[in-house]
């Protein structure tokens, strides 16, 4: 007898489970849906079939610069966070000192920081400072934010990997950027790119905090949540969704698959 | 215990010589840019929460008013406890969702659970802004649904069931949606980690699958629920983004009245700050206790 779940169990839960998954992805097929849709007000019945909102979107400049933007953000954000968290693992990983609980805590606890204290908390910081809001600004919060992710994701990696590797490598007289470069780099390398993904995905999509440290240049999702003020844009709006919200889904499969077989090649080695 | 197990590692590890960047070395980077932009800046909130720094400059000394006026003037704290009690709802609500679905994934043997939990975990991985417009576009006066009601003729014209759209029920709904494929996971992860020989001994004791389940695995699974429903309360409770696109005056949440403080004609930075420390204080003070929580788990199970 399974102990965890009778036959009709199964098959209820299994049940339960496709429903909610119709619940998840109904949203985003309606905007599907939508988004080809004549009419100019998202409203039943449908009207036709155009693509006319996904011409307008491609033609739409401060929309494609807000999406550039947001990239630059992103990049910046996710390089400088992954870096800072590479190096804070290594610590936490190889290394014992005094403090560090707290040095840990101090690492993580932007994970359970309220995004709009985050946000009016460096508000007022680069108010103060006399810092002009702007892109650095936004990437300096978004970098804060996805610290933590990038350590959740290196650390158990590292603490993994067999630190004799290294120590093999510095007996047989590699220095430690070398042995860093070919020994450890390498073997935390699925980890760093999920790392970096994470934290660009992060960055890319974020709007509490951003909301206050965006200057003129509009990132994509505080442009995208002034634009839903006027109805007008609204189909263009969904269409640009149905287009993100496509690529993050294939982003997320192929990275999925990339993160099992490179998994798969390392237990292998 | 851990003491001992120390030491006994330890000299080995410290008859080599560690080359490469000393611990300050790596620490100093990652530590300094969280002083300068965490720690520093939330400092510079408590500042203007007593007065300190004033937006309007002008003659002023360190006072707690803005504390007082938090505490006794009857607007904020009311607004405080309706958001606390929508987000423990959705909370409460998502995390009962999620138990059995992560309970069959972890524990129905079915043989592509990976597949299935990424199925279920994606749509959380998309833009957050875009789910919360797709709602939008749902439940409006004018949206997918009312005019779908219309069109079967299950509604008549100009009767849409307005109560969608703008009202805390649609804010707890976008919430909830939002944030159930994230609640699967932490679920998951703790009962598939649950050791199966303690099912079989269960039921070689002759528990049925109820007992075994209220005895064994639902206690054992608490850890991960607990984290479970404080993922979702804690971004909840000061959320404001979702509310100022679904939730209209009804749907008002504290989070929204901290952006409006901020931002609004009439700012009120000192106020702000206080409502921002409260919030800050208040989930502080849940996640100690939860890590307490779950230490005191752990050495139950050592």
């Known amino acids: 007898m399974d102990v965890a779940l009778s036959r009709n169990g199964r098959r209820v839960m299994r049940m339960f489970f496709a429903l909610v998954v119709v619940f998840l992805y109904a949203p985003i097929v309606i905007l599907l849906v939508f988004s080809f849709n004549k009419a100019a007000v998202p409203a039943f019945p449908l009207t036709g079939f155009t693509l006319r909102w996904y011409h307008e979107f491609l033609h739409n400049g401060s929309m494609r610069a807000a999406l550039e933007t947001s990239v630059i953000v992103a990049a910046i954000s996710s390089v400088a966070a992954v870096a800072l968290g590479i190096l804070a693992s290594v610590a936490l990983a190889r290394r014992g000192f005094l403090g560090k609980g707290l040095v840990a805590t101090l690492l993580l606890s932007p994970l359970v920081i309220p995004f709009v204290v985050l946000g009016v908390a460096l508000l007022l910081l680069f108010h103060i400072l006399g810092v002009s809001l702007g892109l650095l600004t936004v990437a300096s919060g978004h970098v804060v934010i996805t610290i933590p992710y990038t350590i959740l994701v290196l650390l158990p990696r590292l603490e993994q990997i067999d630190s004799s590797l290294a120590e093999a490598a510095y007996d047989l007289g590699a220095g430690p950027f070398r042995t860093f470069r070919w020994v450890t780099f390498p073997l935390i390398l699925p980890a760093v790119l999920s790392a970096w993904l994470i934290a660009f995905t992060t960055s890319f999509d974020e709007y509490p905090v951003a909301s206050f440290l965006v200057g003129p240049r509009l990132t994509f999702p505080t442009y995208l949540y002034s634009a839903l003020r006027f109805p007008s844009q609204l189909p263009q709006v969904i269409a640009v969704a149905v287009i993100v919200i496509m690529v993050s889904l294939l982003v997320i499969v192929l990275a999925e698959v990339l993160r099992r077989r490179a998994e798969a090649r390392l237990e292998g080695a | ?302």
């Open chain 2, 1 to 302: 215990m851990e003491t001992t197990a120390g030491t006994a590692a330890a000299p080995t590890h410290r008859r080599r010589r560690r080359p490469g960047l000393t611990t300050p070395g790596l620490l100093g980077l990652p530590v300094s840019w969280l002083i300068v932009f965490f720690v520093v800046p939330i400092a510079i909130v408590a500042a203007y929460s007593v007065d300190v720094f004033v937006l309007f400059p002008g003659p002023h000394s360190f006072t707690f008013s803005a504390w007082h006026s938090f505490f006794s003037k009857g607007i904020y704290f009311p607004l405080f406890f309706k958001s606390v009690e929508m987000s423990l709802t959705v909370s409460a609500v998502v995390v009962v969702v999620a138990y059995p679905l992560a309970y069959y994934l972890a524990l129905s043997g079915t043989r592509r659970k990976y597949v299935l939990l990424l199925v279920l975990i994606a749509p959380f991985l998309t833009s957050y802004l875009l789910r919360v417009l797709a709602w939008k576009v749902i439940l409006g006066d004018n949206g997918v649904i009312n005019t779908f009601l219309f069109s079967t003729g299950l509604r008549a014209h100009g009767h849409p069931l307005s109560f969608l759209l703008y009202s805390r029920f649609a804010v707890m709904l976008v919430l909830g949606y939002v944030w159930l494929p994230f609640v699967a996971l932490p679920i998951f992860v703790t009962l598939e980690s649950l050791d199966r020989g303690l099912l079989e001994a269960a039921s070689d004791l002759y528990a049925s699958r109820r007992q075994a389940f209220l005895r064994v695995t639902l206690p054992l699974s608490l850890p991960g629920v607990v984290a479970a429903f404080l993922f979702v309360f804690i971004p909840t409770v000061g959320e404001f983004v979702t509310p100022s696109l679904v939730g209209g005056a009804n749907g008002y949440m504290y989070g929204s009245q901290i952006v409006d403080l901020f931002e609004q004609g009439f700012p009120d930075w000192e106020t702000g700050a206080v409502l921002s420390l409260f919030l800050l204080g208040v989930i502080s003070v849940l996640t100690l206790v939860f890590v307490r929580f779950l230490r005191a788990g752990e050495a139950r199970t050592a």
